[in-house]
């Protein structure tokens, strides 16, 4: 007996075989690897992740470099983040990604500034370590309240073998401050995932080992708490980390780093002294957090602060953690925040209900959302990551309905083909898709900076996300364009 679930997936299996079809027969086979419909009950996705992209196709993907610089380290604010290499991928990756921070910009703090080490041709006949450390010397000269500097390694750095460490050592001790250098070179692994682990492997090795040695010295002027959490991997994009603050620090608890959005170095030192790390987006800082759980025993835990199921949700796993004090507080705040989630509800889902959302995005969005969209009343009837790992897909059984449709690195191509397929009314994805699919007649929101908007994480970030969905699903623009299936 054919079931609506099973016609759908039939349908889904169909498309993906149609979409197939234009492909060389080997790139027929890699790509079919990567997209899937997914089987309820089962333990992942069912298909192949964090490979490199295939030549030719229009890849979402960016670069380690992007990883690393644009991800983990760039929103860290009292730190100069030099782009080691030529101009354009610091000129590219300039204040793109919205992580507020408070202070005073290009005194106190620099995230929004870019700094360059502008290679020329001679830099890669000749080497660039001189230029290097004449440029730290004057950029900690000409911004003496910095607390150090990363150096961002592009390109041309790996190929010619600069010797970045060393430099970094040598002026280090002449400027009397922390010189991390971070090889994360663009061609490295097959997308930005690997950016991040260099980035987090930097922490590692020349950060965790300073905040040792200032605590044996006593010198890091920290007096611990019972209820010591870091914010791990929120990058304050639009102000989430700071609405994920509020929830934390209203349930009693101390939020001692913030790492990154809106931290500091100081913050990052703090950070082997907490009770409990508390990760954001696992994909790009799962490693520096079970690298705190193996040498300093500090557990850590994934939350999801998207909609207000899984914010109550995630309260109280984390309540969990500590004690009675902490979980009756939780318990509170849940409660505090009930009528204000439903009135957004009551709001909002009969303008929403039944709506149809595609999403592609990186980092934890493809499932962390999915929740948020479903307390409107829409259905995600597609997902998938730019750079997600076997892990990823495995945590995202838990948001996906059966049926639902799975593409790994999605080309270009196989998006746009599948959106006139499956006909969603809304496309929630990245910069580089978003006028694509608006010129397509379909509403989008960006997701990965929220275009322009936010915070969406926490309850009041619900507020908002609400009100963004129906400002893009229900815009007068839209009675006059039509998407192609409906013209």
């Given at each position: 007996?054919?079931?609506?679930k099973s016609?759908?997936k039939?349908?889904n299996?169909?498309?993906?075989a149609?979409?197939?079809?234009?492909?060389?027969?080997k790139?027929?086979?890699?790509r079919?690897?990567?997209?899937?419909?997914?089987?309820e009950?089962?333990?992942?996705c069912?298909?192949?992740?964090?490979i490199k992209?295939?030549?030719g196709?229009?890849?979402?993907r960016g670069c380690?470099?992007a990883?690393?610089?644009?991800?983990?380290?760039g929103?860290?604010?009292?730190m100069?983040h030099?782009?080691h290499?030529p101009?354009?991928?610091g000129?590219y990756?300039?204040?793109?990604?919205?992580?507020y921070?408070?202070?005073?910009?290009?005194?106190?703090?620099?995230?929004?500034?870019q700094?360059?080490?502008?290679?020329q041709?001679?830099?890669v006949?000749f080497?660039g370590?001189?230029k290097l450390?004449k440029?730290l010397?004057?950029?900690s000269e000409l911004f003496p309240l910095?607390?150090?500097i990363t150096?961002q390694s592009?390109?041309?750095?790996g190929?010619?073998?600069?010797d970045i460490?060393?430099?970094?050592?040598r002026?280090?001790?002449?400027i009397g401050?922390?010189?991390?250098?971070?090889?994360?070179?663009?061609?490295?692994?097959?997308?930005?995932s690997?950016?991040?682990?260099?980035a987090?492997d930097?922490?590692r090795?020349w950060?965790?080992?300073?905040a040792?040695?200032k605590?044996k010295?006593?010198s890091?002027n920290?007096?611990?708490?019972?209820?010591?959490v870091?914010l791990?991997?929120d990058?304050?994009?639009g102000?989430?980390a700071w609405?994920?603050r509020?929830?934390?620090?209203?349930?009693?608890?101390?939020?001692?780093?913030q790492f990154?959005?809106?931290?500091?170095?100081n913050e990052?030192?703090l950070?082997?002294?907490v009770?409990l790390n508390?990760i954001?987006?696992?994909?790009?800082?799962?490693?520096?957090?079970?690298?705190m759980e193996?040498?300093?025993g500090i557990?850590w835990?994934?939350?999801n602060?998207?909609?207000p199921?899984?914010?109550a949700k995630?309260?109280?796993a984390?309540?969990?953690r500590?004690d009675e004090t902490?979980?009756?507080?939780?318990e509170?705040?849940?409660?505090?925040?009930?009528?204000?989630?439903?009135?957004i509800?009551a709001?909002y889902?009969?303008r929403?209900e039944?709506?149809?959302?595609m999403l592609?995005v990186?980092?934890?969005r493809p499932?962390?959302?999915i929740p948020?969209?479903?307390?409107l009343?829409?259905e995600?009837?597609?997902?998938?990551?730019?750079?997600g790992?076997?892990?990823?897909?495995?945590?995202?059984?838990?948001?996906?309905?059966?049926?639902?449709?799975?593409?790994?690195?999605?080309s270009?191509?196989?998006?746009?083909?599948?959106?006139?397929?499956l006909k969603?009314d809304?496309?929630?994805?990245?910069?580089?898709?978003?006028?694509v699919?608006q010129?397509?007649?379909?509403?989008?929101?960006?997701?990965h900076?929220?275009?322009?908007?936010?915070p969406?994480?926490?309850?009041?970030?619900?507020?908002?996300?609400?009100r963004?969905?129906?400002?893009?699903?229900n815009?007068?623009?839209w009675?006059l364009v039509?998407a192609?299936?409906?013209s």
């Amino acid at each position: 007996m054919t079931t609506p679930k099973s016609a759908l997936k039939e349908e889904n299996r169909k498309v993906i075989a149609e979409v197939l079809e234009t492909y060389p027969e080997k790139a027929k086979q890699k790509r079919a690897k990567h997209l899937n419909v997914y089987d309820e009950g089962k333990t992942d996705c069912g298909v192949k992740s964090n490979i490199k992209s295939i030549p030719g196709v229009m890849t979402t993907r960016g670069c380690a470099y992007a990883g690393s610089k644009g991800v983990v380290w760039g929103p860290v604010k009292d730190m100069i983040h030099l782009s080691h290499g030529p101009v354009g991928c610091g000129y590219y990756s300039w204040s793109g990604r919205r992580n507020y921070y408070v202070g005073t910009t290009g005194v106190d703090t620099f995230v929004t500034m870019q700094f360059t080490s502008d290679f020329q041709e001679r830099d890669v006949v000749f080497g660039g370590d001189k230029k290097l450390a004449k440029l730290l010397v004057e950029a900690s000269e000409l911004f003496p309240l910095a607390k150090g500097i990363t150096i961002q390694s592009e390109c041309p750095v790996g190929l010619i073998g600069d010797d970045i460490e060393a430099v970094a050592k040598r002026v280090s001790k002449e400027i009397g401050k922390p010189v991390v250098p971070v090889r994360c070179e663009g061609f490295r692994g097959v997308s930005q995932s690997l950016g991040h682990h260099i980035a987090n492997d930097t922490v590692r090795d020349w950060v965790l080992p300073i905040a040792d040695k200032k605590a044996k010295e006593g010198s890091l002027n920290f007096e611990p708490g019972p209820y010591d959490v870091a914010l791990i991997g929120d990058y304050n994009i639009g102000g989430d980390a700071w609405s994920s603050r509020i929830l934390l620090e209203e349930m009693g608890l101390r939020v001692v780093t913030q790492f990154s959005g809106d931290g500091t170095w100081n913050e990052m030192l703090l950070a082997p002294r907490v009770k409990l790390n508390l990760i954001h987006c696992y994909r790009s800082m799962n490693y520096i957090c079970r690298h705190m759980e193996e040498a300093y025993g500090i557990p850590w835990l994934e939350f999801n602060f998207f909609g207000p199921t899984q914010i109550a949700k995630s309260l109280r796993a984390i309540a969990q953690r500590f004690d009675e004090t902490i979980q009756a507080k939780a318990e509170q705040v849940i409660a505090k925040y009930k009528p204000q989630s439903e009135a957004i509800i009551a709001k909002y889902r009969p303008r929403l209900e039944g709506k149809r959302v595609m999403l592609m995005v990186g980092g934890l969005r493809p499932r962390h959302v999915i929740p948020a969209f479903r307390e409107l009343g829409m259905e995600v009837i597609a997902t998938g990551y730019e750079f997600g790992h076997g892990d990823d897909y495995k945590r995202t059984t838990q948001y996906i309905d059966d049926g639902t449709l799975i593409y790994d690195d999605v080309s270009g191509y196989e998006f746009e083909e599948f959106a006139k397929r499956l006909k969603p009314d809304l496309i929630a994805s990245g910069i580089k898709e978003k006028y694509v699919f608006q010129k397509m007649a379909l509403p989008f929101r960006q997701m990965h900076s929220w275009d322009y908007s936010g915070p969406y994480h926490g309850y009041d970030g619900f507020a908002v996300f609400a009100r963004d969905m129906d400002l893009a699903l229900n815009s007068p623009t839209w009675d006059l364009v039509k998407a192609p299936w409906k013209s």
